[in-house]
């Protein structure tokens, strides 16, 4: 029995990476992306997460964890330009390379598979799911506020200037300096794609949290 349930977690987990990765490529086809990478994506985490509520917090991390392998895929271009150091992207040293394969790949995608945190507490699925989505996305958004502050930084005040920030862009650069500016820009350069994909994914989870034909797991 054991063997059977794996068996369907391996299948299920194939077919939720893949409908992950092809609802991150259509975005990219109508979603523009922020000039240092990161977009608002059709829910492409939600598969991820959904995998980690049906079959447990282990099962789902190693879920992430392959997903996190195929974004790196997905971003080749834009990984290769950051850690080849003839680039004029090039991050600057071995260790910011690793920070970024840490925290913008495998950390950040690896903790879509806690989607089950709540499974146990809280009986009803809808909410249950929701609240796993929410927070498994909040924790990637603060993975990528960390990569943003130690690697990113340096360029808070070239983005508070941009057309469109006007005002009050001149405000955060009056208030902040320094690591709370580069802090502060990391906070809101990803919350631009994290914040809506965070309340749009944990939408679409209560939804998905009411149909019995997803949320049921083979035994």
């Given amino acids: 029995m054991k063997n059977k349930k794996n068996l369907y977690w391996l299948v299920e987990s194939a077919v939720m990476i893949a409908l992950a990765a092809v ?6 086809m109508v979603i523009p992306e922020m000039p240092f990478g990161g ?6 985490m939600l598969p991820i997460v959904l995998v980690g509520w049906k079959y447990g917090i282990g099962k789902g991390l190693v879920t992430g964890f392959v997903y996190s392998l195929v974004q790196m895929a997905l971003g080749v271009k834009t990984i ?6 003839s680039s004029e992207d090039y991050l600057g040293s071995l260790g ?3 920070l970024m394969f840490l925290f913008d790949y495998i950390l950040a995608y690896t903790v879509l598979g806690l989607g089950a945190i709540y ?7 809808s909410a249950s799911l929701a609240l796993g ?3 498994a996305l909040l924790l990637r958004y603060i993975c990528h506020i960390i990569s ?3 690697l990113f930084g340096a360029w808070a005040e070239w983005f508070f200037t941009q057309e469109g920030f006007y005002s ?3 405000t955060i650069m009056n208030t902040f300096s320094g690591n709370a500016l580069s802090f502060v820009y990391s906070v809101v350069y990803n919350g631009f794609y994290m914040i809506p994909e965070i309340i749009i994914t944990t939408i679409v989870a209560v939804v998905v949290g009411k149909i019995p034909q997803i949320t049921k797991t083979k035994a």
């Fill in 23 to 28: 609802l991150e490529i259509v975005a990219k």
């Fill in 133 to 135: 989505a929410f927070t």
């Fill in 80 to 85: 290769s330009a950051m850690v080849v150091p």
């Fill in 168 to 170: 009050w862009g001149q």
């Fill in 39 to 44: 977009q608002v994506t059709i829910v492409s």
């Fill in 96 to 98: 910011n390379v690793i």
């Fill in 148 to 150: 943003g502050y130690v």
């Fill in 119 to 125: 499974k146990k507490a809280i009986k009803n699925n």
